[in-house]
């Protein structure tokens, strides 16, 4: 039977424009003026301000009310004086002038060139193949990942040879070409199926010495006990001194694990960083900027207002008119959100990196990370009375340039642990002086984690064994065992 009830509920929805601000707060410099450009493509409505004056009201923005945007409107009913005024840029801009007439942006040109696959199969060419020779070869080349390697088993090869490419061919034929044209292809190590293998090819690669053949035979025959450091039980296996050992670690140690990343024409540039912020040191005080040196200043577009004003003017109205205006109406709206929108975003970023800086003051004004004190996102949460999820925003992908070089913001967060007199302090510096112990181990005998554990507390950090270990591989540090050299 069908029944009626009448339930209450009380549901939270965040609204396009609070989805668009959220998308463009997390966004980064660089990011953020791509997606400036995008918009400006988009929207007719937008446009920049490079020929407008800097004397401007922010009437546009203020009279717009989006409560009616879902409503059905007729064209008549629109009041066309909301979207006119004399001056038609808002008065918000999107460059602030934190830069001199002076300072000029500078790009670093870099060279094109071919790609790193394009150049294997470029080598190609110099063997004589026969053309399903040649098709196994080229496909075995473009099964390379960027590190160098093959990592697909060969029958998933040799199948997807038959599927994609028509040759019918065997697991035989396919190591055959791999063995014989792949690995001799330049850089010397490319193709091999796993870092043995790789290291292999390297040194079959090089003129043969007593050095290089013991090394061979030692990762052909013993290479579990050659990367877990067994050098005791390497020595007994092969009859070698601790002299001949350490020449043998030195000759594996040159050789290189990722052939693929090393070749010198491929395609992969360093990301330039451009901070968000700029925390300057002026008389003994810090003063904090935001980059927006490469923003446009944004306002509503001349003609798009002069076409509202050209249908308010006209005696009567065609239903294409009318047509017109609901368009320009829908173009104008979206250009005052994504004004306003970049008006909050730009607050927004002020006012939390404002209190990251004024809680950290200590560290921005000396650089010394011992004075970085425990902060979590909460705490500045708390503080400017906004979401930890916008401060996360905020803090994940952005840049600050201080006196003390350019710093991810995230790393100014950190837990905080309690020393041997009470008093609260970050993990990053636990951590730091964790490194440093490591770093100044004897490494003959590396310390254990019970063993850091103790020198830490003598310096005044109570610390468990199972907390060093934590910290410890947050910091890619490997266990005693794997930190032993031979000196």
């Known amino acids: 039977m069908l029944k009626q009830s009448l339930q209450f509920k009380l549901l939270q929805k965040l609204s396009p424009q609070q989805i668009q601000l959220m998308k463009l707060i997390q966004l980064p410099t660089q990011a953020f003026e791509e997606r400036l450009k995008q918009e400006l493509e988009e929207n007719p409505a937008l446009d920049d301000g490079k020929e407008e004056t800097e004397n401007y009201d922010d009437d546009l ?290 006012v939390t990196m404002n209190a990251i800086m004024h809680y950290q003051y200590d560290y921005f004004l000396t650089g010394d990370e011992r004075k970085l004190k425990p902060m979590i996102l909460k705490d500045i949460a708390d503080q400017i009375n906004m979401d930890i999820s916008t401060v996360s925003r905020v803090a994940n992908s952005k840049y600050v340039a201080t006196p003390y070089g350019t710093k991810l913001i995230k790393e100014f967060f950190s837990e905080s642990m309690k020393n041997d007199q009470g008093e609260d302090v970050s993990t990053k510096e636990i951590k730091n002086i964790l490194q440093t112990v490591i770093a100044e181990e004897n490494k003959k005998r590396p310390l254990t984690d019970e063993k850091l554990a103790e020198i830490l507390k003598e310096k005044g950090y109570p610390i468990a064994r199972r907390t060093i270990a934590k910290y410890r591989e947050q910091l890619d540090l490997p266990v005693a065992r794997l930190r032993k050299e031979i000196l």
Not at 186 to 191: L, Q
């Open 61 to 350: 923005s203020n009279e717009y009310d989006d409560d009616n945007d879902s409503e059905i409107i007729n064209a008549d009913d629109i009041n066309i004086d909301e979207y006119l005024s004399d001056d038609e840029v808002p008065s918000y801009k999107t460059q602030a002038n934190n830069y001199s007439a002076d300072d000029e942006e500078k790009n670093v040109p870099y060279e094109a060139g071919i790609s790193f696959h394009q150049s294997l199969k470029n080598q190609l060419n110099t063997f004589r193949l026969t053309d399903d020779e040649f098709t196994i070869a080229e496909y075995l080349v473009g099964s390379i990942d960027d590190s160098g390697y093959i990592r697909r088993e060969i029958i998933d090869l040799v199948d997807d040879l038959a599927f994609s490419a028509n040759v019918f061919t065997t697991e035989e034929k396919v190591i055959e070409i791999l063995t014989s044209v792949v690995h001799n292809l330049d850089p010397i190590g490319i193709g091999a199926r796993d870092l043995k293998e790789c290291l292999i090819i390297q040194l079959k690669s090089k003129e043969t010495n007593k050095i290089r053949t013991l090394a061979i035979d030692i990762l052909e025959n013993a290479f579990d006990h050659f990367v877990k450091k067994h050098y005791e039980k390497l020595q007994e296996k092969y009859g070698i001194t601790e002299e001949e050992l350490k020449l043998i670690n030195t000759e594996i140690s040159k050789l290189n694990p990722k052939p693929g990343s090393s070749y010198s024409g491929n395609n992969k540039f360093a990301e330039q960083i451009v901070p968000d912020f700029s925390i300057k040191i002026i008389d003994g005080e810090l003063e904090l900027t935001l980059n927006s040196r490469n923003a446009p200043e944004l306002h509503i577009s001349k003609e798009y207002s002069n076409m509202m004003r050209g249908y308010q003017e006209a005696t009567t109205k065609s239903q294409s008119q009318k047509d017109a205006v609901f368009f320009i109406k829908q173009k104008l709206d979206a250009a005052k959100w994504f004004i306003d929108a970049i008006k909050q975003r730009q607050q927004t970023l002020l």
